[in-house]
């Protein structure tokens, strides 16, 4: 049972362009949202996140957008850049008691073409 | 750089062998999560340690095991290795229990069980 899904397993943007990198989730208790970024060959990156009590947070070139009717949150990329390309990983929160445990989706392979 | 850092960064073992994986915590992070990530997918939980204690554990068999030590350093276990336990192991520290703090991810060990 899948309860972060991203579906899009890939995504070719030209540089320069908007990167729109989707996540859908099921469980409701989710409260807190995190984007991760990983290269290969290196451990995920903290990139942005989103507590359930907002709609939009934004960080430099970075946008998440929340849509918790729709289960839906959204990562943008504007500019995007040729260093930008990298698996995009969703991740979601319960926040049950003091455990961290964050389920994650199963990745979007961004490519950046120059 | 995230200052979570993990040994080995690769090993090979038989099936049937034990294994153990270490991770030194960001300096002021008291919470240390592992996370095993297969190929093409997403991390998937195992266990959080949260002061020395367990605190919190995936659905992963008993065979996987950890410790966290008082300077917040943890290992994992792995006993009886099957062929389904070759992934990325990732570990994650973060600075309390309280769900929503950032966790930040080591670079990972790649255990390959022949």
């Known amino acids: 049972d899948q309860q972060v899904k991203q579906n899009s397993p890939s995504l070719s943007v030209q540089e320069g362009r908007i990167s729109i990198l989707n996540c859908d989730y099921t469980n409701s208790m989710f409260d807190y949202f995190l984007w991760y970024k990983k290269y290969p060959a290196e451990g995920p990156t903290f990139l942005i996140s989103?507590?359930?009590?907002?709609d939009k947070n934004e960080d430099g070139r970075f946008t998440v957008f929340l849509n918790k009717s729709a289960k839906h949150l959204s990562l943008h990329i504007v500019p995007s850049q040729p260093g930008d390309s990298a698996v995009y990983f969703c991740?979601?929160?319960?926040?049950?008691?003091?455990?961290?445990?964050?389920?994650f989706g199963t990745g979007t392979l961004l490519a950046v073409q120059p | 750089e995230t200052g979570v850092t993990q040994s080995p960064t690769h090993l090979i073992k038989t099936r049937g062998q034990q294994v153990t994986l270490r991770c030194s915590s960001q300096?002021?992070?008291?919470?240390v999560s592992w996370y095993q990530q297969a190929l093409g997918q997403g991390p998937q939980f195992i266990f959080q340690y949260y002061r020395e204690e367990e605190n919190g554990r995936g659905n992963f068999p008993p065979r996987f095991s950890g410790l966290q030590f008082p300077n917040y350093s943890s290992e994992l276990n792995v006993n009886a290795l099957e062929l389904d336990d070759s992934a990325l192991y990732l570990c994650?520290?973060?600075?309390?229990?309280?769900?929503?703090?950032?966790?930040?991810f080591g670079e990972g060990s790649w255990l390959t069980v022949v």
């Open positions: 300096s002021g992070h008291n919470t």
């Open positions: 991740a979601a929160s319960d926040g049950g008691g003091a455990t961290n445990k964050l389920i």
């Open positions: 989103i507590s359930s009590i907002k």
């Open positions: 994650a520290s973060s600075p309390g229990g309280v769900a929503g703090n950032t966790i930040y």
